[in-house]
């Protein structure tokens, strides 16, 4: 093009984007002809995309692609008008067309010449047989005026594919429709309208919305403050009654009633006051709440993309490689539509590209090994994409001959990495462990083309650099199949959070096999090192206040907090201070100037605005083994904190739920606090009046006496009236909160989000520590 011609870059840009969107239709669309030629709407889809390509192309004046798509648009068109039936030739052809029309609209590539383009229209012209009268004559399309030549008018209607002459071809331009309106469609099949956005952008807008949400959470203690004022105004004007009833059994002056009226007025004007603030705070905050939540959502949803844009070449790539070794391969894909997050579609496709071609230069048979073993010339590999538990799942699997696991067991032998006794002995999943060791690898001689095992060190480096884990599976003469699982999303990590040395760290769940509470006798001394026996084997236990370098606190009580984490056949149990709960955090990358920092991947931000730091598995497997290996593990010291001799605080649970009850008694027990509990409002209001509670916690729908009844009667009572509740109910409309509340509750958790660390935080906020 001449420089008139690249003055609007833009131009050219959106050539290239569809370039890139109709190529992945050719590609498709020829595959299928390739096994049945007949197919019309494949037939009709390629003929569309290489008219599509050929106007674009005229438009920003890219002669060598108008000829390009022209000749694949005739024999396209042929086809289609069964005066040319495709057989493997053409396919080919149009696949090598297909390409030279991506180089052409990629710039800066190279092989895009005169010479080239010619030889290929060449070749072309010779493949659509019976061959025509007259000969064809290069260049094919006549020469289009420079863009720099076009008036605004022919320019935008050449862009919208309007009067765009097209001598060859022209009943189908007229049933062409507009160019915008197609790349609108190439990205979703309802219309949906695309805009360019920088990846950088996406990422701060995803981290805006994730610390506006964090910021709407500081409202809950405002709301909670303004709730007390409130209770207390409630207690000065039951006060100012019974001052009222007393002075007027004593003579009083004039004076003295004046001023106890204006007290009541003033009073009363500012509960007014406070109710109505106190409401319009609570709703301002479930609305600010609610929004933020959906902008947190839509910007995570923004970068998230369908699993098929990873798969763009994939089935090509199969299908070129097993002509090129002489077998017949056929990709089949499941699961295209999986959303997944951007950053781990890029990250994917190296890894899946080594397995898919292990798969076909090593899995798959060649067509006569396969017809003697029974099995059909066309040897077949499936990939498929799904959401697990948080995660996508990806199955790589083939019907080919599998692992030969006598060969792999006398390779790990002569290789000295294993003695012949004991490599005699490992199952089979131990045996295939072996081929994700650095440099491991059955061939015999090295090709251009991975071997299965060739590589797949660096296969499992990646994924893990994903958060994920690989696994390998075989059965001989069956085939094989790989099982990955990683994150949907960089941007977001499921996690545990816990606490130790009085700081929140987090571990994705990925990560986690269990937790679990260990008694003192549970843990037993082995070689000088603390285990526990966990699922059929000793599991050794290290105290994360070492490993993080925290200081290391008693417990507080005789159950010790253990995470069980595992990454492949290393499994450790590391002791913390207590479970906080389950989180979906938002990965804050660390500063860079820090360099790596040992065990930790990242930071977040908790819900209340505080942060937590991310562990990384991996690195502190590592930190224990060093520990291990240099002796200075430390014992975790296995005597609880000494009772103290100062009361504990006592709590009242009313509901009419065993389930519930049983798990707030338990939950609050383990914190430390005496716990009593009532079946219905009546049997709380009984107990209420006949013992001491420091707090108390009551559902709303319960036989006989409901909750609003219960702290209704609380509120009258001038020895309870300043007891603190916590309502804990299923009804989680906003109508429901403020009945709860108006009644006099201090605190309002809906069980449909209850989880252990918000009813835990929720009476530290009410009553402090357990012990005062």
């Keep these: 093009m001449t420089p008139d011609q690249m003055r609007d870059a833009s131009l050219f840009e959106l050539f290239t984007l569809e370039a890139e969107a109709q190529t992945q239709v050719l590609s498709a669309g020829l595959l299928a002809l390739e096994r049945d030629p007949t197919q019309a709407d494949h037939l009709e889809a390629c003929m569309r995309a290489a008219h599509s390509l050929k106007g674009a192309a005229r438009i920003v004046g890219v002669d060598a692609g108008v000829s390009v798509a022209h000749v694949m648009e005739d024999c396209l068109v042929s086809a289609q008008e069964s005066r040319l039936r495709l057989r493997p030739e053409h396919i080919d052809a149009l696949l090598q067309g297909t390409d030279l029309l991506m180089r052409i609209a990629t710039p800066g590539s190279s092989g895009t010449d005169a010479q080239v383009i010619n030889a290929y229209v060449v070749q072309m012209n010779l493949l659509l047989v019976p061959a025509p009268a007259v000969a064809r004559s290069l260049p094919i399309a006549p020469e289009p005026a420079p863009i720099s030549e076009m008036s605004s008018a022919d320019l935008l209607a050449a862009a919208l594919r309007l009067d765009v002459p097209e001598p060859e071809t022209a009943p189908l331009a007229a049933a062409e429709k507009p160019a915008a309106a197609k790349r609108n469609r190439r990205s979703s099949d309802n219309g949906e309208r695309v805009l360019r956005v920088t990846a950088e952008r996406l990422n701060s807008l995803l981290d805006l919305s994730s610390k506006a949400l964090v910021e709407t959470q500081r409202l809950k203690p405002f709301l909670a403050t303004m709730q007390r004022v409130k209770r207390l105004h409630n207690s000065n004007g039951r006060a100012l009654d019974s001052l009222e009833a007393s002075l007027k059994q004593a003579r009083v002056s004039s004076e003295t009633q004046e001023a106890l009226a204006e007290a009541r007025r003033l009073l009363s004007e500012a509960q007014a006051m406070l109710t109505q603030q106190t ?110 538990a948080g995660l996508l799942v990806l199955e790589i699997s083939d019907d080919g001959g599998g692992i030969d696991l006598q060969r792999l067991r006398r390779s790990i032998v002569e290789r000295q990495l294993s003695p012949a006794e004991t490599a005699a002995q490992m199952s089979d999943e131990e045996l295939l462990s072996f081929l994700f060791l650095p440099g491991f690898s059955l061939r015999d001689k090295v090709t251009e083309v991975s071997g299965r095992g060739v590589g797949l060190d660096v296969v499992q480096h990646m994924v893990r650099q994903l958060r994920g884990a690989i696994e390998l599976e075989q059965e001989a003469g069956q085939g094989s199949r790989f099982h990955l699982e990683v994150p949907l999303t960089l941007s977001v990590v499921r996690s545990l959070v816990v606490e130790v040395g009085g700081e929140a760290y987090a571990f994705p769940l990925a990560h986690i096999e269990r937790m679990r ?80 920092v040992q065990d930790i991947t990242a930071g977040a931000l908790l819900d209340d605005g505080s942060p937590v730091l991310i562990i990384d598995v991996e690195d502190m497997l590592r930190s224990v083994e060093k520990l291990l290996n240099t002796g200075r593990l430390e014992r975790i010291d296995r005597r609880s904190q000494q009772t103290s001799s100062v009361a504990r605080k006592r709590v009242l649970v009313v509901d009419d739920s065993l389930t519930v009850r049983e798990l707030e008694r338990k939950l609050l027990l383990n914190r430390g606090y005496e716990v009593a509990v009532a079946v219905d409002g009546m049997d709380g209001w009984n107990a209420l009046r006949a013992e001491d ?70 009476v530290m906020e009410l009553i402090g520590e357990a012990q005062g």
């Design 279 to 388: 409401a319009e705070l609570d709703e301002f905050g479930w609305q600010a709440s609610q929004r933020a939540q959906q902008l947190y959502d839509t910007a995570l949803a923004c970068r998230m993309r369908p699993f098929a844009d990873v798969l763009g070449g994939q089935a090509r790539m199969v299908r070129d490689l097993g002509r090129e070794l002489g077998k017949q391969v056929r990709l089949e894909i499941e699961g295209e539509k999986t959303q997944v997050d951007r950053d781990v579609l890029e990250k994917l496709e190296a890894p899946l590209t080594h397995l898919l071609r292990n798969a076909v230069d090593h899995g798959i048979e060649f067509p006569e090994q396969r017809l003697l073993a029974g099995k059909p010339a066309e040897g077949h590999i499936r990939l498929r994409a799904s959401h697990q």
């Design 517 to 596: 509470d260990l008694q003192a006798d549970d843990i037993v001394q082995l070689e000088g090192r603390q285990h526990f026996w966990h699922e059929g084997r000793h599991v050794g236990l290290v105290a994360a206040s070492q490993l993080l370098q925290r200081p290391q606190s008693q417990t507080l009580g005789d159950a010790l907090k253990v995470v069980v984490i595992r990454e492949r056949d290393a499994v450790y149990g590391v002791a913390v201070e207590r479970f906080i709960g389950e989180r979906t955090l938002v990965v804050l990358p660390l500063d860079p100037r820090l360099g790596k």
């Design 693 to 762: 509670f420091d707090l108390l916690i009551t559902d709303i729908d319960m036989p006989r006496m409901d909750g609003i009844e219960l702290v209704t009667l609380l509120r009258r009572d001038s020895r309870l009236q300043s007891l603190p509740v916590m309502v804990v109910s299923y009804k989680d409309r906003e109508e429901d909160r403020r009945r709860g509340l108006d009644a006099g509750a201090d605190y309002y958790l809906a069980k449909a989000s209850f989880h252990d660390d918000a009813l835990l935080d929720a």
